[in-house]
């Protein structure tokens, strides 16, 4: 399937980024991160933290390719339009975050304590360089919507 077929079954919506939008996506990015790592905070929202980077990474990556996920099933859209670009190091870490998509869910609407802290260095680790990787490729083949990050 590809993001033009996700559009046609409505799973997408066409969307017409800029180089500020993109920005600001790692601008949250940053800010989530920066909160991800304050060890005042519960593990649980700390693992929250780091998944929203994710997926604001996320976001923008699928942005640049002239798609957003509709708010409705936003997480769960957003991890499938990335499925279906054809990038083999995407692909290979989407279950990783989709799992991390469901795992934030418990903990921001279930029950606290649900994360422990092997998962959130996990999760950690893998965000970094998925962010640096989304970054990398923004810049190489977006350059006019790269220029400000």
Not at 9 to 30: C, D, M, R, Y
Not at 88 to 99: E, H, N, P, Q, R
Request: one cysteine or more.
């Amino acid at each position: 399937m590809t993001l033009e077929d996700l559009y046609k079954f409505g799973k997408l919506k066409s969307h017409k980024t800029s180089p500020e939008e993109i920005a600001g996506f790692f601008s949250i990015v940053k800010r989530c991160l920066k909160d991800a790592a304050q060890t005042n905070i519960s593990l649980d929202l700390r693992f929250i933290s780091t998944y929203q980077a994710t997926l604001a990474a996320a976001e923008a990556l699928l942005s640049c390719y002239g798609y957003t996920a509709p708010r409705q099933n936003y997480h769960y859209a957003t991890w499938e339009g990335l499925r279906n670009i054809n990038d083999t190091y995407i692909k290979s870490v989407i279950a990783l975050f989709d799992d991390a998509r469901q795992k934030r869910g418990g903990a921001f609407y279930e029950h606290a304590g649900i994360v422990n802290e092997t998962e959130f260095k996990a999760l950690v680790k893998e965000t970094k360089i998925f962010v640096d990787y989304i970054k990398n490729k923004i810049k190489k083949e977006f350059l006019d919507l790269g220029k400000n990050i």
